[in-house]
């Protein structure tokens, strides 16, 4: 089952809006229409969990199955993660803190909490990604070099793009 965000859900992303937990909202973030529950597991402690909390956010609106996309001819080229959300710090920032509390805070309670510390004092591209470095070098170190080339580029499609002088 691959779900996707509605506008609900969008709306819900919004910076200001508040009206769903952390770990709803993050499964919010995630849903991109080409992850399924079980990827969200992870983040639930289990693909049960992960089930009925995507069920519930289906039934209220915020999630919906995505529908076939028709099948590319063989020569084209489909990218392997779209992302469909809106590029800023704010995103990056929210889409660090899950990360911290999903790879450290049970793992390494001081270090997951000196990244949040980093985090929110990060104001700035750089500082944030200061602190998105050194969270990669951790899960590099802790889940392998493709785990942490995938997560850097999920946060290079988060971010905003570099303004041209």
């Known amino acids: 089952m691959f779900l996707i965000k509605t506008d609900k859900a969008h709306q819900e992303l919004q910076p200001g809006r508040r009206t769903l937990g952390q770990r709803e909202r993050a499964l919010l973030l995630m849903a991109n229409g080409h992850r399924s529950v079980t990827d969200f597991g992870e983040l639930f402690g289990g693909r049960e969990q992960a089930s009925r909390v995507a069920a519930q956010l289906m039934d209220t609106g915020y999630l919906q199955h995505r529908q076939p996309a028709p099948q590319p001819e063989p020569a ?3 990218a392997a993660d ?3 959300g809106k590029r800023s710090l704010a995103t990056t920032r929210m889409f660090l803190f ?3 509390e999903r790879m450290f805070v049970r ?3 001081p270090l997951a909490e000196r990244f949040r510390e980093a985090l929110r004092a990060a104001r700035d591209r ?3 990604l200061a602190t998105a470095n050194a969270m990669l070098e951790a899960i590099e170190q802790a889940a392998g070099a493709e785990r942490a080339e995938s997560i850097r ?3 290079d499609k988060l971010l905003p793009a570099l303004p041209l002088h």
């Open 76 to 78: 084209v080229a489909v």
């Open 82 to 84: 779209v992302f469909d």
């Open 126 to 128: 750089e500082s944030m």
């Open 153 to 155: 580029e999920r946060i």
């Open 98 to 100: 899950d990360l911290c």
């Open 107 to 109: 793992r390494d309670p």
